[in-house]
């Protein structure tokens, strides 16, 4: 759904449909919050190189490992179209609970098809990419609806919703 889809895209990746696999501009703006930080707190991985470490690489965090990533990425954006890598992303990235792809995740999560689902349960899913276990729903609930309402915001910050439509009873 094209909600699915919007909440994914502003909370993984703004500038999907702009970069060709790395996004120089999302790398400088982790460094840069990272360094604030005093620590790793935030990812500059595209969707497209979330996708060739799932289906290529380990999650190991050594520099070789994000620069074949990066590799593979502009490979695969040289090789497929951007609706196509968001296809193999949407269908393959790991959701916790055993749910591989967005599909699954809505069937074990919400017991519907992804065809069914609302907003709310549209970000929630596109919150579990970066910690599927640490936001699973079943086993840590408070942090999943946190996870959730911090992409409806997301959604808010991009302008796909209104501050209104993104609050949740």
Sequence with gaps: PKPLVQALLATEDRRFYEHRGVDPVGIARAVVANVLA????QGGSTLTQQLARTACLSNDRALHRKVQEAF????LENALSKDEILA??????YLGE???GFGGASRIYFGKPIS??????CALLAGLPQAP?????????KRA???RNRVLQNMVDVGQLSPGDAEIL
């Design 38 to 41: 005093g620590g790793a707190r």
């Design 72 to 75: 593979l990425a502009v490979k």
């Design 88 to 93: 193999l992303y949407l269908n393959n990235v």
């Design 98 to 100: 055993g749910a591989y």
């Design 116 to 121: 069914r689902l609302d907003r709310a349960e």
């Design 133 to 141: 276990t640490g936001y699973d729903p079943f086993h840590h609930p």
């Design 145 to 147: 609806i946190a996870r």
